[in-house]
């Protein structure tokens, strides 16, 4: 497409961004984002036209209120802004059905990075909407795609619920977890250690069913997180070693099975109120939001091109904490950081990365 459809996709950005600033805002404190209008929110006054237009307003208005003088957030232009290039990047870098599908992609993705940033939260609105979004979006390419959607959803959820899990693990320092009940993180790590012996479906099953049945009996089964997740490193290792499963078949069922549970169960969480016990009080290492979010990348992008961009998001919040000086800080903008770079060269730079070492 020419110059003007780049320069119509830029302004067209401008405009989401500028809602996507009243979800930034809204969302995390459990607020409509249709009603009441834009208002300042020192003073409540009603926002007008002229001082709703992205970016110039803000500079127009020497980024304060011009009813009570309060300061506004910079992080209002820079959220347009950053809409607008990546809107106008997506129109000149892809052809334009796929251009079109990727501004909910990257608005989702936005939205999200700030919000955690912000709140260290990531709204299940977001996270599962923009997963829901992509499954619909690879169904129009056919079923094959839907299915690899599907799994890259599930695998890059298991790989970061199983990193967060052994994180935890190391934390706790060998101690089990309160479980959740019917389902938590005992049923994920069960889930992914059948799944390394048996495959991804069986690991699904299994996982599955410890969930029925704790919901049936009203009781809590569970295998002890350090046994299913120190068993689960022995399957792998003898699986490297030639026995029972090829080993890159083991971790792929057991990532499979862990993600798909992992999704579902938190699905479970977000649809009925109260399931979730409050594990407030325990060391984690990854939030499960972090998790819900890995699948919507797997989703969109596939799960090659998303372990590019954990690199890179992995990179960037180390380098960022170092910084900083914090070893605590949210890891969902560097996550949707490193979507978004998997989303345009990931599968080249994967590609590259094999051609390199011979695969």
């Known amino acids: 497409m020419g110059a003007m459809w780049v320069a119509w996709a830029f302004v067209l950005g401008l405009v989401v961004g500028s809602f996507l ?14 009603f009441p209008p834009s208002h300042c929110p020192d003073c409540g006054k009603r926002l007008t036209p002229a001082e709703l237009v992205p970016v110039l307003s803000y500079l127009w208005q ?7 003088g309060a300061r506004i957030s910079p992080r209002y232009p820079l959220v347009e802004a950053l809409t607008g290039l990546l809107f106008a990047f997506a129109a000149w870098w892809l052809p334009w059905p796929q251009a079109v599908f990727s501004w909910f992609f990257l608005a989702i993705l936005i939205a999200l990075a700030f919000i955690d940033a912000e709140h260290e939260i990531l709204p299940d609105v977001l996270t599962y ?22 799994g890259g959803a599930a695998l890059a959820s298991g790989l970061l619920v199983l990193i967060g899990g052994y994180g935890a ?8 977890a309160r479980g959740s009940w019917p389902v938590g993180f005992h049923q994920v790590y069960l889930a992914a ?8 479906w069986w690991g699904l099953l299994a996982g599955v069913a410890n969930w029925v049945l704790n919901w049936a009996t009203r009781r809590r089964f569970e295998l002890p997180e350090p046994v299913s997740l120190l068993s689960l490193v022995l399957v792998w290792g003898s699986a490297w070693m030639g026995a029972g ?22 699905l479970y969480w977000a649809l009925v109120p109260g399931t979730e016990d409050d594990e407030g009080d325990e060391a984690v290492a990854l939030g499960f939001g972090d998790v819900k979010l890995a699948g919507m990348l797997g989703a969109w992008v596939g799960f090659g091109p998303f372990l590019v961009g954990l690199f890179f998001a992995v990179v960037a919040g180390a380098l960022t904490g170092a910084v900083l000086g914090q070893r605590r800080i949210p890891f969902g ?7 978004v770079l998997a989303y345009f060269f990931g599968q080249a ?8 070492i011979g695969w």
Request: hydrophobic fraction near 50%; glycine fraction near 18%; aromatic fraction near 10%.
């Open 21 to 34: 600033n009243v979800m930034i805002y809204r969302l995390p404190r459990g607020q409509s984002v249709v």
């Open 62 to 68: 020497k980024g304060r209120c011009r009813q009570c």
């Open 129 to 150: 909407g923009g997963l829901l979004l992509g499954l619909v979006f690879a169904s129009f390419s056919g079923a094959a795609s839907l299915a690899g959607a599907l």
């Open 169 to 176: 693990l190391w934390l706790r320092r060998g101690r089990d």
């Open 193 to 200: 250690l059948v799944g390394a012996l048996l495959g991804p």
């Open 245 to 266: 499963q090829p080993f890159f078949e083991s971790v792929k069922g057991a990532l499979f099975a862990a993600g798909g549970v992992a999704l579902l169960g938190g």
């Open 333 to 339: 903008p560097f996550l949707a950081l490193g979507g």
């Open 349 to 356: 730079i994967l590609n590259a990365y094999l051609a390199f």
